[in-house]
């Protein structure tokens, strides 16, 4: 089974490591990179497409929805955030979780 590719989108240094590790002990997933902010993100995605997204909703420069709303063909989405508020608007982008 090939593994699946993931990048991390978060500006919090303690939260992206957590993530980093979790992804790094799970058979079935890659880490591919890590970006702290979307802008660094979208570049990185035009040359390393991943699977799986783990997207904080609050970025510096674009937010992590607005974000997700600009890409043609976004990856499984996986929003990190302890705000219920966006739960709404991150399953209409067809987020996973």
Do not use: W
């Not at 303690?14 to 079935?28: C, D, M, S, Y």
Request: hydrophobic share 45%.
């Amino acid at each position: 089974m090939a593994k699946l590719r993931c990048l991390i989108v978060e500006d919090e240094p303690l939260a992206a490591e957590g993530l980093e590790a979790f992804i790094r002990q799970t058979p079935v997933l890659e880490f591919a990179g890590a970006c702290s902010d979307a802008l660094e993100a979208l570049e990185f995605l035009k040359n390393k497409p991943v699977d799986v997204l783990f997207l904080d909703i609050h970025l510096p420069k674009l937010k992590g929805l607005d974000f997700l709303k600009t890409l043609k063909n976004p990856p499984q989405v996986i929003l990190t955030t302890a705000y219920h508020q966006y739960a709404l608007e991150g399953y209409e982008l067809n987020v996973v979780d």
